[in-house]
């Protein structure tokens, strides 16, 4: 069995292929051929780390050692060295105190501490080797599952753990669990949704990609508690990577017996098929992803009654986001109790962020519910890169907060974050510098949503296109002070009439960019 | 592979119409769906032809219109837009001569927006068929289709 000592990540960007990144990869592999390594190290290729103006840049973990300005002579000792004897190669690294004032990598960047349960495994092991995931104590917990647990109980445990909807209502996943097994009927359906189409969202992409076993293994035991044997997962049309690895990890989960009939002798037969969206943003709400599911075009349906009683080809039906089901195997593994420790106490557990924008470090992480908005930002983040000001965070993805810099103390859950008027969402934190014009953003927006509204409500249809012409016209200066007011009182409107979240939520960016940022507005004024 | 083969190879469930779509699509050499392939599937599933087009017109990956050998799809949601998506826009209007939803007379490229391509982190991104380029600047936008260019 192959596993993998070292990753070396080549930052592959403009800035370091013109300074030749592809051809000193090149060297390391060869370098790593002839020294008998290839089995052991793995290069990956990886995106600007914010690290800047320095050559060809690379890291190599679970060290985290950032080399820089790399040349193809440099290679060599690099493999000597470092992967061959354990001595990181001192003048080639990248001097911490230059990166920060009184900063140094371990406190600042992605060389900080994180709590991963979701990602404990990405970029760790060879998402496409099966045993690597069973090698790092895959499969433990569907065996415990299905050896010694009954299916009450297993919902009975992650209603315990208080472990909540990760794709961004919150939902206790426990109570949903139990509602569609209590419903009645034998045919009953769990859908993955991997339809991850917020504006700045990747974490679900990663998952797939990273460890697709660890969502296989959460979708078997979520079958099993609800009492059915058929799972769906529909993944974005754009993400082929990932649907090219779910299939592969489908195939041989099913090969060593984890999956299809009879799961591991125990009777127990559950069976996954992918399906793939075709670009539609509407259909990551989930009875809008149920009818397209169906094979029909992807419109939300009233609501209720609720997928869990009537769902797809109106049977009960759970749907879950990528990220809680990649909870469970984790929770039933360790128990409730450990879960519960991590994290705050109406919201357990770890929330994947992705950051980006203006920051220094653009990128993932996963850190423990209640974290400071701060935090993530300036220590995660790095801050604000090329010595800017901060002036606003969109939070929550596109349906999300513009929150100023007096607001980041916000605590980051989904309880703690009523209080700023915001909401967790996807995860997404977006940071815009002191030159960013908020309602240039706010138009942005408001187009995204004027092109995915799926047209099949009234007030959400028609209150895009009013939205988005007055944003429009407000730029021209048009427009006086009264059009605020209006795009206020318009997306209220929508927020109480419309039939699904997508027309809904765009109170949430309308509101908080025109409260706290009401002079970008007005500037533009007659 | 023939139409015939492709659909067939579906079960006949309804459930399938997006896969049976997105695979006629893409064994298209100009990546887009005929009112023959409609009428294929519609006959195969044992849909009405007004549905599977209602379908198919729902959903932004589907073309009715044929397309260039690289589809050139450019993200502009709001993380790209803060890091500059609008010059990538223009620079690319200018080296390809043509608009976003058409194509160029040589039939090698079609310029189409995207929703987010999931690769914020290097944005402003946009992808290439499968290809993701990442940290676009409007130089590198003219080096790339160059290059595009000259592979043919």
């Given at each position: 069995?192959?596993?993998?000592?070292?990753h070396?990540?080549?930052?592959?960007?403009?800035?370091?292929?013109?300074?030749?990144?592809?051809?000193?990869?090149?060297?390391?592999?060869?370098?790593?051929?002839?020294?008998?390594?290839?089995?052991?190290?793995?290069?990956?290729?990886?995106?600007?780390?914010?690290?800047?103006?320095?050559g060809?840049?690379?890291?190599?973990?679970?060290?985290?050692?950032?080399?820089?300005?790399?040349?193809?002579n440099?290679?060599?000792?690099?493999?000597?060295?470092?992967?061959?004897?354990?001595?990181?190669?001192?003048?080639?690294?990248?001097?911490?105190?230059?990166?920060?004032?009184?900063?140094?990598?371990?406190?600042?960047?992605?060389?900080?501490?994180?709590?991963?349960?979701?990602?404990?495994?990405?970029?760790?092991?060879?998402?496409?080797?099966?045993?690597?995931?069973?090698?790092?104590?895959?499969?433990?917990?569907?065996?415990?599952?299905?050896?010694?647990?009954?299916?009450?109980?297993?919902?009975?445990?992650?209603?315990?753990?208080?472990?909540?909807g990760?794709?961004?209502?919150?939902?206790?996943?426990?109570?949903?669990?139990?509602?569609?097994?209590?419903?009645?009927?034998?045919?009953?359906?769990?859908?993955?949704n991997?339809?991850e189409?917020?504006?700045?969202?990747?974490?679900?992409?990663?998952?797939?990609?990273?460890?697709?076993?660890?969502?296989i293994?959460?979708?078997?035991?979520?079958?099993y508690?609800?009492?059915?044997?058929?799972?769906?997962i529909?993944?974005?049309?754009?993400?082929?990577l990932?649907?090219?690895?779910?299939?592969?990890?489908?195939?041989?989960?099913?090969?060593?017996?984890?999956l299809?009939?009879n799961?591991l002798?125990?009777?127990?037969?559950?069976?996954?098929?992918?399906?793939?969206?075709?670009?539609?943003?509407?259909?990551g709400?989930?009875?809008a992803?149920?009818?397209?599911?169906?094979?029909?075009?992807?419109?939300?349906?009233?609501?209720?009654?609720?997928?869990?009683?009537?769902?797809?080809?109106?049977?009960?039906?759970?749907?879950?986001?990528?990220?809680?089901?990649?909870?469970?195997?984790?929770?039933?593994?360790?128990?409730?109790?450990?879960?519960?420790?991590?994290?705050?106490?109406?919201?357990?557990?770890?929330?994947?962020?992705?950051?980006?924008?203006?920051?220094?470090?653009?990128?993932?992480?996963?850190?423990?519910?209640?974290?400071?908005?701060?935090?993530?930002?300036?220590?995660?983040?790095?801050?604000?890169?090329?010595?800017k000001?901060?002036?606003?965070?969109?939070i929550?993805?596109?349906?999300?907060?513009?929150?100023?810099?007096?607001?980041?103390?916000?605590?980051?859950?989904?309880?703690?974050?009523?209080?700023?008027?915001?909401?967790?969402?996807?995860?997404?934190?977006?940071?815009?510098?002191?030159?960013?014009?908020?309602?240039?953003?706010?138009q942005?927006?408001?187009?995204?949503?004027?092109?995915?509204?799926c047209g099949?409500?009234?007030?959400?249809?028609?209150?895009?296109?009013?939205?988005?012409?007055?944003?429009?016209?407000?730029?021209?200066?048009?427009?006086g002070?009264?059009?605020?007011?209006?795009?206020?009182?318009?997306?209220?409107?929508?927020?109480?009439?419309?039939?699904?979240?997508?027309?809904?939520?765009?109170?949430?960016?309308?509101?908080?960019?025109?409260?706290?940022?009401?002079?970008?507005?007005?500037?533009?004024?007659? | 592979?023939?139409?015939?083969?492709?659909?067939?190879?579906?079960?006949?469930?309804?459930?399938?119409?997006?896969?049976?779509?997105?695979?006629?699509?893409?064994?298209?050499?100009?990546?887009y769906?005929?009112?023959?392939?409609?009428m294929?599937?519609?006959?195969?599933?044992?849909?009405?032809?007004?549905?599977?087009?209602?379908?198919?017109?729902?959903?932004?990956?589907?073309?009715?219109?044929?397309?260039?050998?690289?589809?050139?799809?450019?993200?502009?949601?709001?993380?790209?837009?803060?890091?500059?998506?609008?010059?990538?826009?223009?620079?690319?209007?200018?080296?390809?001569?043509?608009?976003?939803?058409?194509?160029?007379?040589?039939?090698?490229?079609?310029?189409?927006?995207?929703?987010?391509?999931?690769?914020?982190?290097v944005?402003?991104?946009?992808?290439?068929?499968?290809?993701?380029?990442?940290?676009?600047?409007?130089?590198?936008?003219?080096?790339?289709?160059?290059?595009?260019?000259?592979?043919?």
């Amino acid at each position: 069995m192959k596993i993998t000592r070292n990753h070396i990540l080549f930052v592959i960007d403009t800035d370091s292929v013109l300074n030749g990144a592809y051809s000193v990869m090149e060297e390391m592999r060869k370098e790593i051929e002839n020294k008998g390594l290839s089995d052991e190290i793995k290069i990956l290729e990886t995106g600007n780390l914010g690290i800047t103006g320095r050559g060809v840049t690379l890291v190599i973990y679970p060290e985290g050692t950032y080399y820089v300005n790399i040349q193809k002579n440099d290679v060599k000792r690099i493999v000597e060295e470092h992967l061959l004897k354990g001595r990181p190669v001192k003048d080639l690294i990248l001097k911490r105190e230059v990166l920060f004032k009184g900063a140094t990598l371990e406190r600042i960047g992605p060389g900080r501490e994180q709590v991963r349960i979701v990602l404990a495994n990405s970029g760790v092991i060879d998402p496409e080797n099966i045993e690597e995931y069973i090698g790092r104590g895959g499969y433990e917990a569907l065996e415990k599952v299905l050896t010694t647990t009954k299916s009450e109980d297993v919902i009975e445990e992650i209603k315990k753990s208080k472990l909540r909807g990760r794709g961004g209502a919150g939902f206790p996943t426990g109570l949903k669990w139990e509602s569609a097994r209590k419903s009645s009927g034998k045919e009953k359906y769990l859908i993955c949704n991997a339809d991850e189409g917020e504006p700045g969202t990747f974490k679900d992409r990663l998952i797939l990609e990273g460890d697709p076993h660890k969502l296989i293994e959460g979708m078997i035991i979520a079958g099993y508690a609800i009492g059915t044997q058929k799972g769906y997962i529909y993944i974005r049309g754009e993400y082929a990577l990932s649907i090219e690895r779910f299939n592969k990890a489908i195939k041989d989960a099913k090969k060593y017996g984890l999956l299809g009939n009879n799961i591991l002798d125990s009777g127990f037969s559950f069976d996954i098929e992918v399906k793939r969206g075709a670009g539609a943003y509407i259909c990551g709400e989930e009875t809008a992803l149920i009818e397209s599911l169906e094979g029909k075009r992807g419109v939300p349906r009233l609501k209720p009654p609720y997928p869990t009683v009537v769902g797809f080809f109106d049977k009960p039906t759970v749907v879950n986001n990528v990220e809680t089901l990649a909870n469970i195997a984790p929770i039933i593994k360790n128990g409730s109790d450990w879960f519960k420790k991590i994290g705050t106490e109406t919201c357990p557990g770890t929330k994947v962020y992705t950051i980006l924008g203006h920051v220094y470090f653009p990128g993932l992480l996963e850190v423990p519910m209640g974290t400071i908005l701060k935090e993530i930002i300036f220590a995660y983040g790095g801050g604000i890169k090329n010595g800017k000001k901060f002036k606003a965070a969109l939070i929550g993805g596109a349906a999300g907060v513009f929150l100023p810099e007096n607001l980041l103390d916000a605590k980051m859950d989904f309880d703690n974050l009523k209080e700023y008027k915001a909401v967790l969402g996807s995860g997404a934190i977006l940071v815009m510098n002191e030159d960013t014009d908020i309602s240039d953003m706010l138009q942005s927006i408001i187009e995204f949503f004027n092109h995915e509204s799926c047209g099949k409500c009234a007030p959400c249809r028609i209150g895009c296109k009013e939205l988005l012409t007055t944003i429009k016209n407000i730029r021209k200066g048009k427009e006086g002070q009264e059009s605020l007011t209006k795009m206020i009182s318009l997306s209220e409107m929508m927020f109480s009439t419309s039939l699904c979240p997508l027309g809904q939520s765009l109170i949430l960016p309308v509101k908080s960019a025109i409260e706290n940022f009401r002079s970008d507005f007005e500037q533009k004024m007659i | 592979m023939t139409k015939e083969k492709i659909i067939k190879s579906f079960e006949k469930k309804p459930e399938n119409l997006l896969l049976a779509l997105h695979s006629l699509q893409e064994n298209n050499v100009n990546h887009y769906l005929t009112k023959d392939d409609l009428m294929e599937i519609s006959k195969y599933f044992s849909l009405p032809y007004s549905f599977v087009y209602g379908v198919a017109s729902f959903y932004s990956m589907f073309s009715f219109k044929p397309r260039g050998k690289y589809i050139v799809r450019v993200c502009k949601s709001p993380p790209c837009h803060l890091m500059g998506a609008s010059s990538i826009i223009d620079e690319l209007k200018k080296v390809l001569r043509i608009n976003f939803g058409e194509t160029t007379k040589d039939n090698l490229f079609t310029l189409e927006f995207s929703s987010c391509l999931g690769v914020c982190g290097v944005a402003p991104a946009m992808m290439i068929n499968e290809e993701v380029f990442g940290n676009l600047t409007p130089q590198r936008i003219r080096k790339i289709i160059e290059e595009k260019r000259e592979e043919k």
